[in-house]
Every structure is written in C-alpha cells, then in structure tokens.
C-alpha cells in the first residue's frame, strides 16, 4: 500500500478539558502544545505540537538546551522530570527571575 500525507503533523486537535487562552500549554494525552486561539471549554481547538515558543515556567533557572518538561498543576515548564511531561528543549537560557523561556518542540 502506498504511504499518503494529509497533514504535516505540526498541528493536533483537541477538545478543550478546561477554557483556553491561545498561547496557553495544553496537554493532550502524552503531548504539550501550545493552543493556536483561545477555546472554550468542550469546544475543539487546535495546538501547535512544532516550533519555538515563550512560554511560562518555574521560577528556576534555565541552561539553552535543557530538556524541559510540563508541569500540569501550574501550567509552566520546568527542567524537573519527576511527575511532569516532556516538552521540549529551551531554546536559549532563562534567569531565576525571569517570567519565560524559549521552549523549542520537537513532536
């Protein structure tokens, strides 16, 4: 059987479990996006699963390259893995202080 592409796969669809404000880090399943528009609860909405984006995180410091991991009970980044889901890598450093971090997806 020959192979087919429909989609490019840097888009997955969702259905939002809770409001969404677009930008927000979603997860659905196994895999963080971040939401392409705002979504209200129980409509569907798309996330954006490849490419670069500012995103919350931790107050913790952040070496480029860090693997990064979502944290589902403040909707943040962190570099911890234990009881978190991985991202994707920073994409640049990020202070203690600082508000965001460039988080670079690779689904």
């Not at 429909?6 to 404000?21: D, I, R």
């Not at 129980?42 to 995103?55: K, N, P, S, T």
């Not at 570099?79 to 997806?105: C, E, I, S």
């Amino acid at each position: 059987m020959k192979n087919q592409v429909f989609k490019n796969g840097f888009e997955l669809p969702f259905t939002a479990a809770a409001a969404v404000t677009g930008g927000d880090l979603v997860k659905v399943g196994s895999v963080v996006g971040v939401a392409a528009t705002d979504v209200a609860l129980g409509y569907d909405g798309i996330l954006v699963v490849h490419g670069v984006f500012a995103v919350a995180k931790e107050a913790e410091a952040i070496d480029a390259g860090t693997a990064l991991y979502f944290k589902d009970a403040t909707k943040t980044v962190t570099a911890t893995p234990t009881g978190n889901t991985f991202a994707g890598y920073a994409w640049g450093a990020a202070l203690a202080g600082d508000a965001t971090v460039d988080l670079r997806m690779e689904f």
